[in-house]
């Protein structure tokens, strides 16, 4: 199947106003307000967890086009993260690992834009790690290599490397 229009995202559960932003701003970003489009999307994000992957691809597609949307989405993006690092979320591997994921993505260009934010989600990872409340050990590890990495100046250490990834390399 071909890429024709590529306009293949699932929007048909939002508003019929929202449903047009969204088709605005995917084919056109500079017609839009994105930070309303951002808002958008993380909004229905957080009330349907499985529409977060269709949302980053959106996200993705809405970036590709205007090159300058970052400012748009850099608090919409923490509103995600924060919501990643709650507890709740944080017993999941597969939301830990899509927190980490995210933050090796888009961490040290989110700390520019925000440093203020970044340092109260660390705090919320960090409690995260320290506080262990059915965290699993991939979680703990992975919450541990996050602070590491960010501590690294969001590099991996050849040290940190070896350590976290040397049973990828057996």
Known sequence: MGEPGREEYRIQSFDAESQQLLKTALKDPGAVDLEKVANVIVDHSLQD???SKEAGRMCYAIIQVNNMPMMALVNPVYDCL???AQPDSLSKEEEVDCLVLQLHRVGEQLEKMNRQRMDELFVLIRDGFLLPTGLS??????????????AAGWKTTPAAHKYYYSELSD
């Not at 050990?137 to 960010?150: D, Y």
């Open 137 to 150: 050990s991939l979680a703990q590890l992975l919450l541990l290599e996050t602070i590491e990495f960010r």
């Open 82 to 84: 924060f919501r990643l």
């Open 49 to 51: 967890c499985v529409f």
